[in-house]
């Protein structure tokens, strides 16, 4: 049964539980538990952290704490009660010292954050702030022990709040203000109070330091007594055991600087063993050097000890003297430096010992000195006599008097402490403190030799007599801790005559037995003979005191030494008392008979010095004779007169002597000596105002109270006072009036102190003369104050001494009247000072300062005082308020007020009282602050807020609407209100406190928000109807937004347990001021028109605060808005525009989340649905919403730690939303700029430059001039234009894009030219030009195209379920692609297949990312079909302005055949169009709509085998320029792949699949495709055959064996063949191992036939796109193969041509027409991998880059005769396929019928067809080779040696590698790689390349990883300088032999191009940014020319066109859009 607790009610968890039970309450140990109810063991409640979650938990893992429970039994049910019942439950506090309940909270949170320095290398502050806590933790341990006395808790609460100050400043948490250690409540003190412990605790924090008051106390405290220091001192032990004597070791207190010593010495006896020469004295060996001042402490001061032994004259000689005899002779001497050690001995409070080494003296005559010699280090001068030598003592610091050194030490007393005083007085001599020591030392003497041989050993021997001649008994102190002795004797110094003892002794002589008394020096001479006798030889005196009374002077005092003998007699010691005992003696001596016993030696002499620490005696003659004033009554006026002249030390020692002289000379005769003994009075309280005795205060208060006996003082006091203030109008002089004035503190103490000592006496009789001499004495006061001082400065001084003191006189007043009566005299004394315009500068601080003192004084306390005095002190604080003077006084003032009022605020007149402030204060403190503010004066801000928030904190419902009620007109309200709400949010703008001060900040906005709910209603009634106002509404919306949005205010952001403070304390502000804000609004009306939109952006500023409540209550705010506005202008435009506006500011700022954007729209639309306007609204709610979901993405990216593409994405994403969906210009060209920065930070320079051609298009080449914005200046249009464009055209130079900077050059010309402007016309065409060479000269870095799919809802808003293409980076592959993205997107799953994701995918909480490459397709397809145009130009074009993409993924149709797979080998290709062409804004654009054809598998095998081809013949071509390199590793890999694989069943493969007569019969409509599969083949044959001559010739010997091989495999291959192609065998030379001339093969064919050129279509550029794999070398490895990513190389090499081989062109085709035709031949060769693999076929697919010659006619060539037109124009009516032209590699000879075989043709179009021109941006420039055959080349001799093609590398073979699925790593076909599906040496012609798949589309480059754009070579009959042939035989010579026929020229048109009139040139595409040109024919052999001398390339992946003029086509259409198109 669970029952309630009544004591467990609190308790702290002592071992974690993890709630494994059903209800259970997770707890972590240290957490603290509150307790409802209990049950057999168990537990129920709830967790401090989590107050609402309860459960149950073990009642043995708490370890309950005692507890005060407030509303016991009350259960919190749930966390929704309103927050006016919130503490209705129950609630407990632990019961402890607050102290501790802070640390515990304070090391919580810590805690996290100590964590999170680790983690942020800050390791430094790490490590200090651990130290720091466990040293909290081990004080609040001290603390909960209870063992501590009072002064160690407060020592101990000190230190743990140093330490939370410096860890909460370190950390950045908040000041916590304090009171003598403890937080304070906010509630229980004024805010003026609360600010000032805010300033002190920061001070405390910055010093790190204990908050000790040293400051000066207030005038009204009593003086702190300063604080006294002691030392104690332990003999712990002497470590001596060679003397083997007893010691004395003296201790002292020496300072260095000043070379004194100045304590007594503590002496310590001891024996030859090293212990106490008195055994009680074991343990005992301490003593307490007392009354060192703090300045003392600052000395140099040092631990002095002698050592003196006693024994033998010579330690080590024994003959020196008797046994029996010993003397006192010095040994050694050991110091301790005070300042090194002080800081340990404060730190440890408790002894701590110290080892001090011992020196000996190298020289006796130098003992005196040893000390100071070894502080200097004079090392000398002394010596160690052994390492082990030295005194152990012990050390500790005590502070305080010495009753409380007793009280807490009592141990150190037990053990017979030893009190060790300084030689002077301490710094305060209590009254009753009597003392009269005399100290002497013992300095030096000078004596005669006395006829002897050697020097003396001198001992002086002393004794204190009395003037009977008696020896004085203990009157003699060696020093403390031994008791007194009656003689003295000094130690020996061995051998000296001018011995140095430097020896103090105290003479403690009883003051009755000091007068009379005299000092006597007895000298012997000490022999070390068998005798040992002391011998006597002089003696010398000096009496104690003088003549006159005197005592003997602090002096060093030189006497004289008398002669004398043993036999000598002191008995009568008149004898020698009236000889004179020094020199001044003797002055007063003059004749002095010479027939005296006693001779004085005048060769010898004696010192000693004196000093004097005595209460009783004085040194000084007029103090003497004041105190014996009776003796000369007739000299009291001279005596008092001369006061004035001793010195202050004196008058201090006796100041109670004195005093109470005064006052009896008073007594004696009142009317002669009152007014002397009135000044001497004076003087003596003005010395105690001086601070080097200010400390003496004490002293008068204590005699004042305990020991004045004037009974009758005050009357002549007060008549002297009064006598001295009336004459103060009159006397010029005034010095002793200011004195008078200066004392008045103490005059009135002594009146009153006289008063009560009388009407005690005289039971209280003359009480009405008393007060009536007061009031009297008030009226002279007033007088003086009253007096006009602006003329005289010497009563200004008067004035200010008396208003200095006056407040000082309250406290001795309420001892004799009442409150009420002593307020009267103050009012009427402060009312008297003339206002601050009558008076100067100085006279108003004084007078200030007189009435602060007045407001800090007892009598201000009372409320009956306050009653009387307040309208005073109000009064001079508004006059002074109101002209801005003194306003840090008045401040200060202010500040007690309100803390007076407010610990008084239970009394009832503190209602009245505030009133009167009001009044009075308010208004002139907002005009005060509005001045201050405007300043910006910090601290004065800070004093006045504080004031004003005191003011208003005191304010209740009456005071308010007193306060509304006085003002006589609504101007004044109006004033009133915009006054305090412009102070209010000048303290929110200000941050006038600063930040860490969280408890002033809450506290200030609590009473910032209950002012305004009072202030609203006033408002609301005065200022909406008629007398509407905007200034005070939009005054007053203003502060209630600045209030929402105050940092301070933002509880999200703080700590749990914090918040949860604040909320109980205050609660959610920020609602509260919402709550007001939204009633304000509603009561506006019609006037909300007038804040639409100006408070637009402010309320949207509160909306997007992450306040739940306060969101819902302002959103329906903008509905509001809208609807008015649609009432007034039928729209809501500017509620549209603005919102938009300063949301964008807004979010970027960092406000707003996704929950405001749901609830915004949820809000709105909710409203908007039931307005005739809904339609327009609920469009403008849904942009918004759109709006802020991209604004919130954006403020992510850039936030967060995003990589630049993520933020340039986001930025291209908001920035089109402006352009496109809300039109907002101004904010569309910030993003353009921001998206601009990016790009320049990325080094996209060229996507940065398309970003600000953006701009560039709005502007307009006009002088409209344009505002300043953003970093542009003002100026016009056509400036900020030409600005931009020149911005443009660099950033396109450095992204090296010149094609799109050139048409801006253009138009800036065309800008320059039509302003004359020429100097900018030149540097523009040198511009232009530049980019013309650097185009034809620089090598580019083609990149690659990626394909993106972003899926899941967990990506960004403007990814989420979308898919792009981005551009790549330099070198980038497909995986390093893949790396990046998934870096960028950690939390990302890269998708393993192609397929689109399905809703599971799309609609899941994940991030899924599917990559593969895309290959581009060109739109500019014209161009890189045109001949003439330079590869280097051609390459720009093929990978920039492409928007369309292309992806293959081969798939089985239908069952698939086991034995032959190709059967049903589709592919699926995949047509990717982008919203935007790329390079654009953005590296990457979204995919705006897909396309899929399928291509069929004969369409698939055509393009295989065709790219086999290509790939062969371009690997060819580049070993025919290799002659001079032995390596042919790459021809022999790639021939013995395709040889190899045929042999095996390759191509055989597709004969059996498409040749077979069912498949025939089954197709019929696949007839020509079979055909065209078959010429493939045939021409493949060939190919491999000019292969085989080539590896002939550059074969190895060593690779013989495999040559050999290949042809043999070879001759298989074509036997295979032979009965599909009969006349095979008739093909290839090398076939046969002989060197048959191929012109003899090529001749024997006919000429190309019309039915030829209609067979060209095959080779459009349909069929040639696709993709292509190296497979096995078997067949069916390629039936397994699935998508991969496309590789497409291109390669081609420039051969020789001998100079007759044109003749026999000439003879192979006569026919004219063909002359001059142009053909380009390249290879393509694409792989793929294989298709059964199920990794992510990131199917990169490899377009062929189409070069088609332009029609003849456009060439300025010969027409097709009409016999073959129909056959050319029923080739153009087909699709736009591509036309392959003719090549010069295989020139068919034409027959005399113009028709050609079967066999001619096949082979013609087999070489010709193959002729295209690829590129892939991914080779080096070693990679890319060149491969062009032109037929005109052969009208000129060329020399033998072909043009130098850059090397290829195993590595980048032609068997390209396949870029594998992005989950594995990039290969290459170096031959080991078993990443490809079959090994270096198995590619197939025919299979191990697949091109799939049909396209109406331009035709695209198959390139991605290692192809080269091949260059296109143009030339007409007459062009030179020559071409070079390719070489395909071995032998040139009988090639040429047997070429007879012209050359051919092609007919095929050029796909995609319209065929128009053959007589007349077809119309060329437009070029981008460019006009049409003509043909420039001579220009372009120009160019070839120089592409003959093209330098070899490097082995970068670049394309190296050699150079062109027509480059700027490609911005064109982009500039005017795309219209010529």
């Known amino acids: 049964m669970w029952t309630p607790t009544e004591e467990e009610k609190y308790g702290v968890v002592i071992c974690s ?10 707890l972590e140990i240290g957490e603290t538990v509150q307790i409802l109810e209990k049950c057999e063991g168990w537990y129920r409640g709830v967790s401090t952290k989590k107050p609402n979650v309860k459960g149950i938990f073990p009642a043995n893992y708490i370890h309950l704490k005692k507890a005060i429970v407030s509303n016991r039994g009350v259960l919190k049910l749930f966390c929704w009660i309103p927050r006016l019942s919130q503490r209705q439950y129950e609630t407990v506090v632990p019961l402890e010292d607050s102290i501790v309940t802070e640390v515990t909270a304070t090391l919580q949170e810590w805690a996290s954050l100590w964590k999170q320095l680790y983690v942020k290398h800050k390791v430094d502050l790490f490590y200090k702030l651990r130290h720091v806590m466990n040293e909290l933790i081990d004080l609040r341990r001290q603390l909960l022990s209870g063992h501590l006395t009072q002064d160690q808790v407060r020592e101990v609460k000190r230190h743990i709040t140093v330490r939370l100050d410096w860890g909460n400043e370190h950390l950045g948490l908040d000041l916590v203000p304090r009171k003598d250690f403890e937080v304070v409540d906010s509630d229980q003190i004024s805010v003026s109070d609360l600010y000032k412990m805010h300033l002190s605790s920061r001070q405390s924090v910055q010093q790190s330091t204990s908050q000790v008051d040293t400051m000066r106390p207030r005038h009204g405290e009593t003086c702190r007594m300063p604080v006294p220091h002691h030392f104690f001192l332990s003999l712990k032990s002497f470590t001596y055991n060679t003397i083997g004597e007893d010691t004395d070791v003296f201790f002292s207190l020496y300072d260095m600087r000043e070379g004194k010593q100045i304590s007594e010495r503590f002496l310590v006896r001891l024996n030859k063993n090293g212990g106490p020469r008195n055994p009680e004295k074991i343990e005992r060996m301490c003593a307490l050097f007392t009354d060192l001042s703090s300045k003392d402490m600052k ?20 003959k020196k003297g008797p046994p029996h005899l010993h003397y006192r002779r010095p040994y050694g001497c050991a110091v301790l430096s005070i300042l090194d050690v002080l800081q340990s001995l404060t730190e440890v409070k408790e002894e701590k010992d110290f080892v001090l080494k011992v020196y000996t003296c190298n020289n006796e005559s130098e003992w005196s000195q040893i000390h100071e010699n070894i502080i200097r280090k004079s090392s000398a001068k002394y010596s160690a006599p052994s390492a082990s030598h030295g005194l152990i003592i012990s050390l500790q610091l005590l502070r305080g008097d010495m009753e409380q050194i007793r009280r807490e030490n009592p141990m150190v007393f037990n053990r017979g402490l030893a009190i060790t005083r300084k030689l002077g007085f301490p710094d305060v001599i209590m009254p009753g403190d009597i003392r009269n020591d005399l100290y002497l030392t013992l300095e030096k003497g000078d004596f005669e030799r006395g006829g002897k041989s050697v020097q003396k050993n001198i001992e002086v021997t002393m004794y204190v007599l009395y003037a009977d001649g008696e020896i004085l008994k203990d ?32 003479l403690p002589i009883p003051i009755d037995r000091f007068r009379g008394s005299h000092l006597r020096f007895e000298f012997r001479h000490c022999s070390t003979k068998d005798k040992g006798e002391k011998k006597l030889f002089g003696f010398a005196f000096s009496p104690l005191m003088r003549d006159d009374g005197t005592t003997l002077s602090d002096d060093i005092h030189e006497l004289y030494v008398y002669k004398c003998d043993e036999n000598s007699t002191f008995n009568n010691h008149a004898l020698y008392l009236g000889l004179p005992c020094c020199k001044e003696d003797y002055n007063g001596c003059p004749n002095i008979p010479s027939s005296l016993i006693f001779q004085r030696s005048t060769k010898e002499s004696f010192f000693i010095s004196t000093q004097l620490s005595s209460t009783k005696l004085t040194q000084n003659v007029d103090l003497l004779a004041l105190l014996k004033w009776k003796a000369f009554p007739d000299r009291i006026m001279d005596v008092l007169g001369r006061l004035r002249h001793v010195s202050g030390e004196e008058i201090v020692k006796f100041l109670q002597d004195i005093l109470d002289t005064l006052f009896v000379i008073l007594d004696d005769n009142t009317e ?18 001086d601070i080097k005795y200010f400390h003496f205060r004490p002293v008068m208060d204590t005699y004042i109270q305990k020991h004045f006996a004037g009974a009758l003082a005050y009357k002549e006091l007060i008549r002297c006072l009064k006598w001295y203030m009336d004459c103060s109008a009159e006397l010029i002089r005034q010095d002793h009036i200011q004195e008078a004035m200066r004392a008045l503190e103490y005059l009135f103490k002594f009146i009153v102190q006289s008063r009560i000592l009388y009407s005690r006496a005289t039971c209280g009789m003359e009480e009405e003369q008393f007060r009536s001499s007061i009031q009297e004495l008030f009226q002279s006061i007033r007088f003086v104050l009253s007096l006009d001082s602006r003329n005289s ?32 005299f103050v009012r009427g004394t402060l009312g008297s000072m003339p206002s601050t315009v009558h008076i100067g500068q100085s006279m108003d601080v004084v007078k200030l300062q007189s009435i602060a003192r007045t407001v800090d004084s007892r009598l201000f306390s009372f409320s009956e005082s306050r009653r009387i005095l307040l309208p005073v002190v109000l009064h001079h604080i508004h006059l002074h308020l109101r002209q801005q003077k003194e306003l840090l006084i008045c ?13 008084s605020s239970l009394e009832a007149d503190v209602m009245e009282e505030v009133e009167m402030m009001v009044e009075s204060l308010l208004d002139v403190l907002l005009q005060t602050l509005l001045t201050i503010m405007s300043k910006s004066h910090a601290q004065e801000a800070g004093e006045y807020v504080s004031c004003l928030l005191s003011l208003l904190r005191q304010m209740c419902d009456t005071h308010f609407q007193h306060l509304l009620d006085n003002f006589q007109s609504k101007d004044e309200l109006k004033e009133f209100l915009l006054k305090i709400f412009c102070v209010f949010r000048n303290l929110m703008k200000m941050s006038v406190f600063p930040r860490d001060w969280m408890v002033m900040r809450l506290l200030t906005s609590n009473i910032i928000v209950t002012t305004v709910q009072y202030l609203s209603s006033a408002l609301h009634k005065n200022f909406t109807e008629t007398d509407f106002d905007f200034k005070v509404w939009n005054s007053y919306f203003s502060l209630a937004v600045l209030f929402i949005n105050q940092p301070s205010l933002q509880l999200e952001i703080i700590t749990s347990a914090k918040r949860k403070k604040i909320l109980d304390k205050y609660g959610d502000m920020r609602v509260m001021m919402a709550y007001e804000l939204f009633s304000m609004w509603q009561n506006l009306g019609e006037h909300k028109i007038h804040f639409i939109p100006g408070m637009i952006g402010p309320f949207l500023g509160v909306t997007l605060v992450p306040q739940p409540e306060v969101r819902n209550i302002m959103i329906p705010i903008f509905h509001d808005m809208m609807d008015w506005e649609q009432r007034k202008n039928g729209n809501f435009k500017q509620v549209e525009a603005e919102l938009i506006d300063k949301l964008d ?85 910030r993003y353009i700029h921001k998206l601009c920065d990016m790009h320049l930070q990325a080094e996209n320079y060229t996507e940065a430059a398309f970003t600000l051609l953006l701009y560039c298009e709005l502007l307009q080449w006009e002088d409209r001039p344009l505002r300043e914005f953003l970093h542009y200046p003002s100026q016009t249009e056509w400036q900020r234009k030409e600005g931009l464009c020149r911005k443009i055209i660099h950033y396109f130079n450095k992204g090296k894009s010149w094609e799109f900077g050139i048409p801006l050059c253009r138009e800036l010309a065309c800008q320059y030219e039509s302003l004359y402007d020429y100097q900018s016309l030149s540097w523009i065409r040198k511009m232009e030009a530049s980019y013309y060479d650097n185009i034809m000269e620089q090598q580019r870095l083609e990149p690659e195209f990626f394909r993106v799919g972003f899926y899941g809802r967990k990506f960004p808003f403007f990814l989420r379920n979308k898919e792009y293409v981005c551009r790549g980076h330099d070198y980038e592959r497909l995986e390093a692609f893949q790396q990046r993205m998934l870096s960028e997107f950690p939390q990302a799953v890269a998708m393993q297949h192609p397929n689109h994701p399905d809703d599971a995918i799309l609609q899941c909480d994940a991030q899924y990312l599917q990559i593969y490459a895309v290959t581009p397709i060109p739109d500019y397809v014209d161009v890189l079909q045109m001949d003439r145009v330079p590869d280097r130009v051609k390459s720009f074009y093929r990978v920039n302005n492409v928007r369309k993409f292309r992806y293959d993924r081969p798939f089985h149709k239908g069952p698939k055949d086991k034995e032959n797979e190709f059967k049903s080998l589709w592919i699926e290709r995949t047509t990717l169009t982008l919203t935007h062409s790329l390079p654009g804004i953005s590296r990457w654009f979204e995919v705006e709509r897909r396309e899929l054809v399928e291509v069929s598998p004969l369409e698939n095998a055509i393009q295989v085998v065709e790219n086999k081809n290509q790939e062969l013949r371009s690997l060819i071509s580049q070993y025919q320029h290799k002659q001079v390199h032995g390596n042919i590793n790459l021809l022999s890999m790639c021939l013995n792949g395709v040889i190899d694989a045929a042999v095996n069943g390759g191509v055989a493969r597709y004969q059996e699949a498409f040749f077979d007569k069912d498949y025939i019969n089954k197709h019929p409509g696949d007839a020509e495709k079979i055909t065209q599969l078959k010429e493939l083949m045939q021409e493949q044959v060939h190919v491999l055959g000019v292969g085989l001559a080539v590896h002939e010739k550059f074969v190895h010997p060593e690779m013989r064996p495999l040559h050999k091989k290949l042809i043999d495999q070879f001759q298989m291959m074509r036997a295979s063949l032979y009965h599909e192609f009969p006349g095979l065998d008739k093909l290839s030379p090398a076939c046969s191992g002989t060197s048959t001339p191929r012109g003899n093969v090529l001749a024997s064919h006919s000429p190309m036939s019309p039915e030829s050129i209609k067979m060209t279509h095959r080779h459009s550029p349909m069929n040639l796109m696709g993709t292509g794999r190296h497979s096995s070398s078997s067949l069916s490895s390629h039936a397994s193969s699935e998508a991969g990513n496309m590789v497409m190389l291109g390669d081609g090499s420039m051969g020789d041509a001998p100079e007759d081989l044109y003749h026999h062109m000439q003879l192979a085709y006569p026919n004219p027409r063909y002359q001059g035709s142009i053909t380009n031949v390249s290879v393509l060769s694409s792989s793929q991998a294989s298709p059964s693999s199920s990794s992510l076929s990131s199917t990169h697919s490899a377009p062929s880059q189409m070069i088609t010659s332009a029609p003849s006619s456009a060439r300025g060539s010969p027409s097709l005769p009409d016999k073959y037109r129909h056959a050319r124009e029923m080739m153009l009516l087909l699709p736009t396929y591509r036309d392959r032209p003719s090549s010069a590699m295989y020139p068919a000879a034409i027959l005399e019928n113009g028709q050609p075989p079967n066999f001619q043709r096949a082979l013609f179009q087999q070489v010709v067809g193959a002729c295209k021109p690829c590129s892939d941006p991914n080779l080096s420039v070693a990679e890319k080779g060149h491969y062009s055959l032109h037929f005109d080349a052969f009208h000129h001799p060329l020399g033998d040696t072909p043009p130098a093609l850059p090397a290829r590398t195993l590595r980048k073979s032609p068997l390209h590698p396949i870029p594998a699925s992005p989950t594995s790593p990039q290969s290459g076909l170096d031959g080991s790689n078993s990443t490809l599906s079959g090994s270096a040496s198995s590619g197939v012609s025919s299979l191990s390349e697949s091109n799939f798949g049909h396209s109406s589309e331009a035709p695209p480059r198959t390139d991605t990883m290692d192809s080269m754009p091949s260059q296109a070579w143009n030339a007409d009959e007459d062009l030179e300088p020559p071409y070079l042939p390719v070489h395909y035989s071995l032998s040139e010579s009988a090639v040429l032999d047997s070429i007879k026929a012209q050359p051919c020229r092609s007919h095929s048109a050029p796909g995609c191009v319209i065929p128009q009139d053959p007589m007349d040139p077809p119309a060329l595409p437009p070029k981008p940014y460019h006009p049409r040109l003509p043909a420039l024919e001579h220009d372009e052999g120009v160019l070839l020319r120089e592409e003959t001398e093209r330098p070899r390339g490097l082995h970068r992946k670049a394309s190296l066109p050699p150079g062109s003029t027509k480059e700027e086509q490609a911005r064109m259409a982009w500039e005017h859009g795309r219209g010529e198109q």
């Open 17 to 26: 539980f993890r709630g494994s039970v059903p209800q259970g309450l997770v």
């Open 672 to 689: 002669k000596y009152g007014l002397l003994v009135f000044q001497s009075l004076v003087f003596i309280i003005n010395l105690l105002r």
């Open 1145 to 1229: 500011s807004m979010v970027s700022e960092g406000k707003g989340d996704e929950s405001y954007r749901e609830l915004f729209s949820l809000l709105l639309l909710e409203k908007v649905e039931q307005e005739t306007w809904r339609e327009t609204g609920i469009s403008f709610v849904t942009s918004v919403t759109r709006l802020m979901e991209r604004l919130l993405d954006y403020r992510d990216c850039m936030k967060g730690e995003e990589t630049e593409n993520k933020k340039i994405g986001c930025t291209v994403n908001l920035m089109n939303f402006y352009k496109s969906e809300i039109n907002k210009e101004e904010m569309y060209i």
């Open 299 to 318: 000395r140099d001061l040092y631990i002095v000890a002698h050592v003196i032994r006693i024994g033998r004259m010579l330690l080590n000689d024994s």
């Open 793 to 824: 400065e010497t009563l200004l001084f008067t004035q200010a001494a008396l208003l200095n003191s006056f407040p000082t006189i309250f406290d001795e007043l309420l001892q004799m009247f009442t409150v009420q009566e002593v307020a009267e």
């Open 891 to 903: 401040s200060g003032i202010l500040g007690s007020i309100f803390s007076i009022v407010k610990t």
């Open 475 to 506: 009157c003699i102190s060696l020093g403390s801790g031994e008791t007194n002795r009656s003689s003295y004797h000094s130690f020996v110094l061995y051998h000296s005559n001018s011995p140095r003892w430097g020896e103090i002794i105290k």
